[in-house]
C-alpha cells in the first residue's frame, strides 16, 4: 500500500485486491494499524458504516471493506491460522513484528445487526485509546521484574513501572525439556529483557534468556566432589549409565560403579527416566565431564537439595511427596492409647482365726485401687476428647495456613516488586482497576462466546457453499478447456478447408468442392467404385442453415453430405437414415415434392437432446438435392 495518500476504507472486490490486503496485513515492517470491516452474506452493506468508523480511528490507520464468502476464504488461506475474519465481524490487526502472531492480541469484534454498530465502533475506538495511551518500552531494554503467575505456555510478570509483561516457555530457559514451574515460581525477582511490546499496547514480551546462568557455574558454586546429589537416568551405552544432574549436565555412571555386583548393562539395574542419588567423584568443567558413583551412596544418605536454574527458583527436580499413611493406621497412631488395667489383687487366703488388721488393709487398698481406676477412665475420656478437640482445631487451622500462604504469596509478590522499584529508581503508580477490567473482559468474553457458536455455524454453512461452488467452477473449467480444445481444433480444420477451397467461386460453389473432398478423403477406392460420386444439388436453404444452425462443425456436415452424395449413407452406422414424414408419427406418409422427388433425412449427431439433422431430396433421377441443415423436433424441408 502506498501511503501518501488516504488509503482507507478500501473496498476488497477481487483477488488482486485481496492479495494487496494481505500483503499489508503481512508486512513485518509496518506500524500502521489495519482494519477490516467485513458484509454478511446476507447484506450489500456493511452493519457498521466505514466512514464513521475512520472518524474514531488514528491518522495511520487503514480501514477495508469485504464481503463474506469467496474472497474472504481467500484471505483466509493467505494469513496464519485464526487471524481471518468473516461473517459481518470487524478485525484490527496490530503491527505484527518479527515474531509468529497470537490470534488473542489482534482483537475481533462481532455483531449481527445495525442496532450494535454504535457500541461496536465505540468499542474499536476504545482499544486504539488503549493502544495509544499505553506506556511503551523499547526493545532490548533489561528492567527487573516479578513473577505473577505460571501457566504451561510461560510465567507472567509485572515489570518496574507497572508494565505486565509475558515470556513464553521458551524465553525462560534454554532447556526445552522443563515446565515453567521448575524455572520460576510466583513471587520470584528476575530480571529481563524486552523483546517487544504487543500490538495492543497491553503487554511486553519479554526474555529471561540473556540472564540465564551458566550451567557450569551454577552446579560449581553449590556442588562439589564428594557430595551426593539427585539425578534422573538420561540414557544408556556399554559401559554404564547417563545421569542428568542439572539440566544440560549429565554425569557418567560407569557399570563399576552401579552395583558391588558385577554388571555387564547398566539397563538390567537402572530404568530410563529413574530418579536415583549419587555421589559426585570427580568434577572436570574444563572438558565438561563429571565422574558418579551409585555404591558410593550408603543407605540412609540424604541428597542435596536439587539446583534452580535461576537463584531464588524452584528446583528443576520437584520435591518426592512422601506417600500419605493410610487414614486407619494415622488415626491409630494419633489416638491416645488407653492405659492397662491393673492387675486383680490377689485373694487373700481365708485362716481358721481371722485378723481384724490385715482385713482392714486390704479393704483400704482395693478402694484405692478402685478410685485409681475410676479416675484412669476420667482422664482417658477427657483424653479422647481433647484429642479430637485437638484434631478439629488441627483441621481449622490447616485451613487457615492454606489462606494466609495464598495472601502471602500475593503480599510477597508486592513487597518484592516494591523492592525493586525503588532499587531501579523507578517508582510509579500502578492505574486502571484490575477487577473492573476483569470483569469487562469475562462479560466480553460471554458475549463472544454466544456469537462464536453462530458464526461457526455460519462458517460450516459456508464451507458447505463454498465446496459445491468450487466443485460446480472445477465442472466448468473442464467444460470450458474441452470447448476452447474443440474450438481450436475446429479453427484448424476450418483454415485446412479454406487452404483446401479452390480461390474464387460462389459459396456454394465452395461447398460443392468441400463435399467432393470428403468424398475423395474418407473412401478407398473399392468404395469409390461402390459409391461413384454424383455432383449433389444445394438446395435453396443449406447454405442459409448451416450458418444459422449452431453445435455441429462444418466438417461433420459435409462430411455426411459426402455419404448422401454417394449413395453411402444406408449403409454407414450412427446416421440414422430414414424417410422424411409429415411428422414423428410411424403412420404418416413421406413428404414428396411435384417432381417426384423424395424427402429423406439423417442424423448428423448422435445421444444428444439436440441432436441436428440434415434433410435432403432424392430425385427422380437417382441424383441427391441437398435441402437443409435443422435440430431434430424440426419436419420441414423446401
Same mark, same amino acid.
Request: with cysteine; glycine share 8%.
Given at each position: 500500500?502506498?501511503?501518501?495518500?488516504?488509503?482507507?476504507?478500501?473496498?476488497?472486490?477481487?483477488?488482486?485486491?485481496?492479495?494487496?490486503?494481505?500483503?499489508?496485513?503481512?508486512?513485518?515492517?509496518?506500524?500502521?494499524?489495519?482494519?477490516?470491516?467485513?458484509?454478511?452474506?446476507?447484506?450489500?452493506?456493511?452493519?457498521?458504516?466505514?466512514?464513521?468508523?475512520?472518524?474514531?480511528?488514528?491518522?495511520?490507520?487503514?480501514?477495508?471493506?469485504?464481503?463474506?464468502?469467496?474472497?474472504?476464504?481467500?484471505?483466509?488461506?493467505?494469513?496464519?491460522?485464526?487471524?481471518?475474519?468473516?461473517?459481518?465481524?470487524?478485525?484490527?490487526?496490530?503491527?505484527?513484528?518479527?515474531?509468529?502472531?497470537?490470534?488473542?492480541?489482534?482483537?475481533?469484534?462481532?455483531?449481527?445487526?445495525?442496532?450494535?454498530?454504535?457500541?461496536?465502533?465505540?468499542?474499536?475506538?476504545?482499544?486504539?485509546?488503549?493502544?495509544?495511551?499505553?506506556?511503551?518500552?523499547?526493545?532490548?531494554?533489561?528492567?527487573?521484574?516479578?513473577?505473577?503467575?505460571?501457566?504451561?505456555?510461560?510465567?507472567?510478570?509485572?515489570?518496574?513501572?507497572?508494565?505486565?509483561?509475558?515470556?513464553?516457555?521458551?524465553?525462560?530457559?534454554?532447556?526445552?525439556?522443563?515446565?515453567?514451574?521448575?524455572?520460576?515460581?510466583?513471587?520470584?525477582?528476575?530480571?529481563?529483557?524486552?523483546?517487544?511490546?504487543?500490538?495492543?499496547?497491553?503487554?511486553?514480551?519479554?526474555?529471561?534468556?540473556?540472564?540465564?546462568?551458566?550451567?557450569?557455574?551454577?552446579?560449581?558454586?553449590?556442588?562439589?566432589?564428594?557430595?551426593?546429589?539427585?539425578?534422573?537416568?538420561?540414557?544408556?551405552?556399554?559401559?554404564?549409565?547417563?545421569?542428568?544432574?542439572?539440566?544440560?549436565?549429565?554425569?557418567?555412571?560407569?557399570?563399576?560403579?552401579?552395583?558391588?555386583?558385577?554388571?555387564?548393562?547398566?539397563?538390567?539395574?537402572?530404568?530410563?527416566?529413574?530418579?536415583?542419588?549419587?555421589?559426585?567423584?570427580?568434577?572436570?568443567?574444563?572438558?565438561?565431564?563429571?565422574?558418579?558413583?551409585?555404591?558410593?551412596?550408603?543407605?540412609?544418605?540424604?541428597?542435596?537439595?536439587?539446583?534452580?536454574?535461576?537463584?531464588?527458583?524452584?528446583?528443576?527436580?520437584?520435591?518426592?511427596?512422601?506417600?500419605?499413611?493410610?487414614?486407619?493406621?494415622?488415626?491409630?497412631?494419633?489416638?491416645?492409647?488407653?492405659?492397662?488395667?491393673?492387675?486383680?489383687?490377689?485373694?487373700?487366703?481365708?485362716?481358721?482365726?481371722?485378723?481384724?488388721?490385715?482385713?482392714?488393709?486390704?479393704?483400704?487398698?482395693?478402694?484405692?485401687?478402685?478410685?485409681?481406676?475410676?479416675?484412669?477412665?476420667?482422664?482417658?475420656?477427657?483424653?479422647?476428647?481433647?484429642?479430637?478437640?485437638?484434631?478439629?482445631?488441627?483441621?481449622?487451622?490447616?485451613?487457615?495456613?492454606?489462606?494466609?500462604?495464598?495472601?502471602?504469596?500475593?503480599?510477597?509478590?508486592?513487597?518484592?516488586?516494591?523492592?525493586?522499584?525503588?532499587?531501579?529508581?523507578?517508582?510509579?503508580?500502578?492505574?486502571?482497576?484490575?477487577?473492573?477490567?476483569?470483569?469487562?473482559?469475562?462479560?466480553?468474553?460471554?458475549?463472544?462466546?454466544?456469537?462464536?457458536?453462530? &458464526? +461457526?455455524?455460519?462458517?460450516?454453512? /459456508?464451507?458447505?457453499? %463454498?465446496? $459445491? @461452488? *468450487? =466443485? !460446480? #467452477?472445477?465442472? &466448468? +473449467?473442464?467444460?470450458?478447456?474441452? /470447448?476452447?480444445?474443440? %474450438?481450436? $481444433? @475446429? *479453427? =484448424? !480444420? #476450418?483454415?485446412?478447408? +479454406?487452404?483446401?477451397?479452390?480461390?474464387?467461386?460462389?459459396?456454394?460453389?465452395?461447398?460443392?468442392?468441400?463435399?467432393?473432398?470428403?468424398?475423395?478423403?474418407?473412401?478407398?477406392?473399392?468404395?469409390?467404385?461402390?459409391?461413384?460420386?454424383?455432383?449433389?444439388?444445394?438446395?435453396?436453404?443449406?447454405?442459409?442453415?448451416?450458418?444459422?444452425?449452431?453445435?455441429?462443425?462444418?466438417?461433420?456436415?459435409?462430411?455426411?453430405?459426402?455419404?448422401?452424395?454417394?449413395?453411402?449413407?444406408?449403409?454407414?452406422?450412427?446416421?440414422?437414415?430414414?424417410?422424411?414424414?409429415?411428422?414423428?408419427?410411424?403412420?404418416?406418409?413421406?413428404?414428396?415434392?411435384?417432381?417426384?422427388?423424395?424427402?429423406?433425412?439423417?442424423?448428423?449427431?448422435?445421444?444428444?437432446?439436440?441432436?441436428?439433422?440434415?434433410?435432403?431430396?432424392?430425385?427422380?433421377?437417382?441424383?441427391?438435392?441437398?435441402?437443409?441443415?435443422?435440430?431434430?423436433?424440426?419436419?420441414?424441408?423446401?
Amino acid at each position: 500500500m502506498a501511503g501518501d495518500h488516504d488509503q482507507r476504507g478500501v473496498e476488497v472486490g477481487s483477488v488482486q485486491e485481496v492479495d494487496r490486503l494481505a500483503a499489508d496485513i503481512l508486512d513485518a515492517s509496518r506500524e500502521h494499524a489495519v482494519v477490516c470491516i467485513t458484509l454478511p452474506t446476507w447484506a450489500s452493506e456493511p452493519l457498521i458504516s466505514a466512514d464513521e468508523l475512520r472518524s474514531v480511528l488514528p491518522d495511520d490507520a487503514r480501514v477495508y471493506v469485504m464481503p463474506t464468502g469467496d474472497l474472504s476464504w481467500e484471505l483466509t488461506d493467505r494469513l496464519p491460522p485464526r487471524l481471518d475474519v468473516y461473517g459481518g465481524a470487524t478485525r484490527v490487526w496490530w503491527p505484527f513484528g518479527a515474531d509468529a502472531p497470537d490470534p488473542a492480541e489482534h482483537p475481533l469484534f462481532f455483531l449481527h445487526d445495525r442496532f450494535q454498530a454504535d457500541a461496536v465502533r465505540d468499542r474499536i475506538a476504545a482499544v486504539f485509546r488503549e493502544r495509544s495511551t499505553a506506556p511503551r518500552l523499547e526493545a532490548d531494554a533489561e528492567l527487573a521484574g516479578v513473577v505473577t503467575r505460571i501457566v504451561s505456555s510461560g510465567a507472567e510478570l509485572t515489570l518496574t513501572g507497572g508494565y505486565d509483561a509475558f515470556a513464553h516457555r521458551s524465553h525462560l530457559t534454554q532447556f526445552g525439556g522443563l515446565d515453567p514451574s521448575e524455572v520460576v515460581q510466583v513471587g520470584q525477582a528476575v530480571r529481563v529483557r524486552v523483546a517487544e511490546q504487543d500490538g495492543g499496547g497491553r503487554r511486553v514480551r519479554v526474555s529471561l534468556l540473556p540472564f540465564e546462568p551458566d550451567p557450569w557455574t551454577r552446579l560449581l558454586d553449590q556442588f562439589g566432589e564428594g557430595m551426593v546429589v539427585e539425578g534422573v537416568v538420561d540414557g544408556f551405552r556399554n559401559f554404564g549409565a547417563f545421569v542428568e544432574v542439572y539440566p544440560g549436565i549429565t554425569g557418567l555412571l560407569p557399570n563399576k560403579k552401579v552395583s558391588r555386583e558385577w554388571v555387564s548393562h547398566a539397563e538390567d539395574y537402572l530404568a530410563l527416566g529413574e530418579r536415583i542419588a549419587v555421589r559426585i567423584l570427580r568434577i572436570a568443567p574444563d572438558q565438561k565431564r563429571l565422574e558418579l558413583s551409585l555404591v558410593d551412596v550408603p543407605d540412609g544418605a540424604v541428597a542435596e537439595p536439587p539446583l534452580s536454574i535461576y537463584p531464588g527458583g524452584p528446583p528443576w527436580l520437584a520435591p518426592v511427596a512422601e506417600p500419605e499413611p493410610e487414614p486407619e493406621a494415622a488415626a491409630a497412631s494419633a489416638a491416645p492409647q488407653p492405659e492397662p488395667e491393673p492387675p486383680e489383687p490377689e485373694p487373700i487366703p481365708p485362716e481358721s482365726e481371722p485378723h481384724s488388721e490385715p482385713v482392714v488393709e486390704g479393704a483400704a487398698e482395693a478402694e484405692a485401687l478402685e478410685r485409681a481406676i475410676h479416675e484412669g477412665r476420667e482422664l482417658q475420656s477427657q483424653v479422647g476428647a481433647l484429642f479430637t478437640g485437638a484434631q478439629r482445631r488441627i483441621e481449622t487451622l490447616r485451613a487457615e495456613a492454606h489462606q494466609l500462604r495464598k495472601v502471602l504469596e500475593r503480599d510477597l509478590v508486592e513487597a518484592r516488586l516494591r523492592v525493586l522499584e525503588f532499587a531501579d529508581a523507578e517508582t510509579q503508580a500502578v492505574a486502571g482497576s484490575a477487577e473492573a477490567a476483569l470483569a469487562d473482559a469475562r462479560r466480553e468474553a460471554d458475549d463472544l462466546r454466544e456469537r462464536l457458536a453462530g &458464526a +461457526e455455524q455460519d462458517r460450516r454453512d /459456508l464451507l458447505e457453499r %463454498l465446496k $459445491a @461452488e *468450487r =466443485g !460446480r #467452477a472445477t465442472d &466448468a +473449467e473442464r467444460r470450458a478447456g474441452r /470447448l476452447s480444445k474443440e %474450438l481450436a $481444433a @475446429e *479453427r =484448424g !480444420r #476450418a483454415d485446412r478447408l +479454406e487452404r483446401e477451397q479452390p480461390a474464387g467461386g460462389s459459396p456454394e460453389a465452395r461447398l460443392l468442392a468441400e463435399i467432393r473432398q470428403a468424398w475423395e478423403r474418407t473412401t478407398t477406392e473399392d468404395d469409390r467404385e461402390r459409391y461413384p460420386w454424383r455432383d449433389p444439388a444445394v438446395g435453396p436453404e443449406l447454405l442459409d442453415s448451416l450458418e444459422r444452425i449452431q453445435g455441429v462443425s462444418r466438417e461433420r456436415v459435409v462430411e455426411v453430405c459426402a455419404h448422401v452424395a454417394s449413395g453411402r449413407a444406408a449403409d454407414i452406422p450412427g446416421l440414422d437414415l430414414h424417410a422424411l414424414r409429415s411428422s414423428e408419427s410411424g403412420g404418416t406418409p413421406q413428404r414428396e415434392r411435384a417432381d417426384g422427388a423424395k424427402a429423406w433425412r439423417c442424423s448428423l449427431q448422435a445421444s444428444t437432446p439436440a441432436a441436428r439433422r440434415l434433410h435432403f431430396w432424392r430425385l427422380p433421377d437417382g441424383g441427391v438435392e441437398l435441402a437443409k441443415v435443422v435440430y431434430h423436433d424440426d419436419f420441414s424441408i423446401r
